[in-house]
């Protein structure tokens, strides 16, 4: 196998910044600010070009890097990508920038402390959807969640550490469930491959002829640690805690990435290394993804608090997602993976914008909100666009996701029935009513509080920042076909994988309609 640097570099430029960062002096905040940008800058232009290197006619693992690290156990630093980590890879190195521009004004103690943190995330989340071997991928999985816990403690709310403590608690719980796996999957390898082995490639081919019973308990420890990061329900009461407690950084990068490190690991792992126990379980995944479409909109819809408000409807979007992966149609698949990058988007947003008003007001609770349209036209513009991209207006980049989802879930082989697909829709409805109710009550009637009469409207850092992200939001409601293609074939395999092509109800004619050049 000839070796491709590139991945590599991604994950060295972030570090790199980091380290170099601990050499400069603390008081020279801007500086320091500055240069944690431009690494972060350097990462999105080196992720730029793996998108470049990679051939979507080909699919499958691209752009490799192998060298032996434990060459006793066969454990080995192996990283590449495919079409799902190279959306979500794209996602991370262009999410990490606007974040720590975002908090250009917000962060102004240990300023060093939270960039290098900050830098470090983003070492750890490119780590987890570049890792294509089990035990680097556990490595990455677990330090991604120190600078989070850092972050989240001191630079958090008034209950910080109760937050910080839950959320640590929370994933390590899961993860250790997960390592045991890890090690039962590679013992079990020994026989078919003739040493033990953690490599994901290899692992391919000796999950799915693993028995039943043993793949059963193998996939649910690795579900049950993706499902905590997802979070599914009931394993969500991590997330309101943790989103409100964060500072707009942290929680912007805790919707928009860190989520779907779960939803990924259920695509990547779940499914391809246990295809008999994921098609068992399928039913019972979907109901709980169900449940979670359904309460986390209804429990928003109650909310007091902007932030909490936002972070459920994250549980109810997630579920969409997790729909869609066990669906396992092709439709349904392309639209869990375009949802992920779709709810980073749309939901990143919306915990700017709540930071930019937080800033500003010192308040989240939408009591204290109502008639600022008048006073702040810019701001209330770009959160129309937020809020309907998050609702799934036509024309903006949640619709699609959603119609993929909705569409693959119908014509369903392993759930085979309308049901899951109808109650779904009506979270569609419920999310309609909670956000576009929200966005009444900030921006439309009387000004309740006078101190809303000193507002002052976004500034241009705000806007570029908004901007940035709006491009993205309305390119992928109109023209979708520019991502779906880059991630068509690796979903394609995933559906291979899991289960045979006659039983897929996979229709190719269909699929070349459906993310075609001249489709959408």
């Not at 959306?87 to 999410?95: E, K, N, R, S």
Request: overall charge neutral; charged content about 10%; proline content about 3%.
């Amino acid at each position: 196998m000839e070796n491709n640097h590139l991945v590599s570099y991604l994950l060295l430029a972030p570090l790199a910044g980091g380290i170099l960062l601990l050499f400069i002096n603390k008081s020279k905040e801007n500086f320091i600010k500055y240069f944690g940008f431009a690494f972060s800058v350097i990462t999105f232009i080196i992720s730029l070009f793996l998108y470049a290197g990679y051939d979507t006619n080909k699919g499958g693992f691209q752009l490799m890097d192998k060298f032996n690290w434990i060459a006793n156990l066969h454990i080995s630093y192996h990283v590449g990508v495919d079409g799902i980590s190279l959306l979500l890879v794209l996602l991370t190195t262009f999410l990490t920038p606007l974040t720590l521009l975002s908090s250009w004004k917000a962060i102004t103690s240990k300023v060093k402390e939270f960039t290098f943190f900050m830098l470090m995330l983003e070492v750890g989340m490119l780590g987890v959807f570049v890792s294509l071997d089990l035990f680097l991928f556990y490595i990455f999985w677990e330090a991604m969640l120190i600078p989070m816990y850092f972050i989240i403690g001191i630079w958090g709310g008034d209950q910080r550490v109760y937050a910080t403590v839950k959320f640590f608690l929370y994933t390590m719980f899961g993860s250790l469930l997960m390592l045991v796996a890890i090690i039962w999957l590679a013992v079990y390898a020994s026989a078919p491959l003739g040493h033990f082995s953690t490599d994901l490639i290899e692992l391919y081919s000796v999950g799915p002829t693993i028995q039943k019973n043993i793949q059963e308990w193998m996939f649910l420890a690795f579900a049950f640690s993706f499902a905590i990061k997802v979070p599914i329900f009931p394993l969500h009461t991590w997330l309101p805690d943790a989103h409100v407690q964060a500072p707009t950084a942290g929680s912007v990068i805790l919707a928009g990435v860190l989520l779907k490190m779960g939803t990924y690991g259920l695509l990547r792992f779940c499914l391809p290394l246990f295809p008999q126990a994921a098609i068992t379980f399928a039913p019972y995944i979907s109901v709980l993804a169900i449940i979670g479409i359904i309460y986390g909109a209804l429990v928003a819809m109650v909310q007091k608090d902007m932030k909490k408000l936002v972070a459920y409807s994250s549980v109810a979007h997630l579920g969409f997602v997790v729909l869609g992966i066990f669906a396992l149609t092709q439709e349904s698949i392309q639209g869990a993976v375009i949802q992920m990058i779709n709810h980073g988007l749309s939901t990143g947003a919306l915990f700017l914008m709540v930071g930019v008003i937080y800033e500003r007001t010192h308040t989240r609770e939408l009591s204290e909100y109502g008639g600022i349209a008048k006073i702040v036209p810019i701001y209330s513009t770009f959160l129309m666009i937020a809020t309907l991209s998050s609702v799934g207006l036509p024309g903006l980049n949640g619709f699609v996701g959603e119609f993929l989802i909705l569409l693959g879930s119908f014509k369903s082989p392993v759930l085979n029935s309308w049901g899951y697909t109808i109650f779904a829709t009506s979270g569609v409805i419920f999310a309609a009513v909670y956000l576009l109710w929200w966005y009444q009550k900030i921006i439309f009637g009387e000004v309740k509080n006078p101190k809303m009469n000193n507002l002052t409207d976004m500034n241009k850092r705000e806007m570029f920042i908004l901007a940035s992200i709006f491009v993205f939001v309305i390119w992928i409601g109109v023209y979708p076909s520019t991502f779906l293609n880059v991630s068509a074939k690796s979903t394609q395999n995933v559906i291979q994988q899991v289960l045979p092509e006659k039983t897929v109800g996979f229709n190719n004619n269909y699929h070349k309609a459906l993310i075609g050049d001249k489709a959408w």
